[in-house]
């Protein structure tokens, strides 16, 4: 998908997703969310992991191959372990995605 970004916005009888050439100019009559980009891993359609780093002292998940515990919290700290993750296309800010990562990785196990 490249670097595109999509807002979705909406009020009243006006929904819809807009693409952003350049910085959005807010209305507060609005509520506004991103749109999640989409990926294939494995086979499956899931939220694309991160790309840039979180900010510093923000939680993240990562998919685990393991039953047990499907999705491992951390706390980005600028370490290597973070970076790691990150380059490895791990890292989600949210934890039903990495859910959704996980289930991928297990499929894909067998």
């Given at each position: ?46 939220p694309e ?56 990785l297990i499929?894909k196990k067998?």
């Open positions: 998908m490249g670097t595109e970004a999509y807002l979705f916005f909406f009020s009243g009888d006006r929904a819809g997703w807009e693409d952003l050439e350049s910085h959005p100019t807010w209305d507060d009559d609005y509520e506004y969310r991103r749109k999640i980009n989409y990926v294939t891993i494995n086979g499956f359609f899931l992991p991160e790309k840039v780093p979180p900010c510093y002292g923000d939680i993240y998940y990562v998919p685990t191959d393991d039953l047990d515990k499907p999705v491992l919290a951390w706390c980005w700290e600028h370490e290597r372990q973070d970076f790691l993750f990150l380059k490895k296309g791990l890292v989600h800010l949210q934890k039903d995605h990495a859910i959704e990562h996980h289930k991928a499929l067998g």
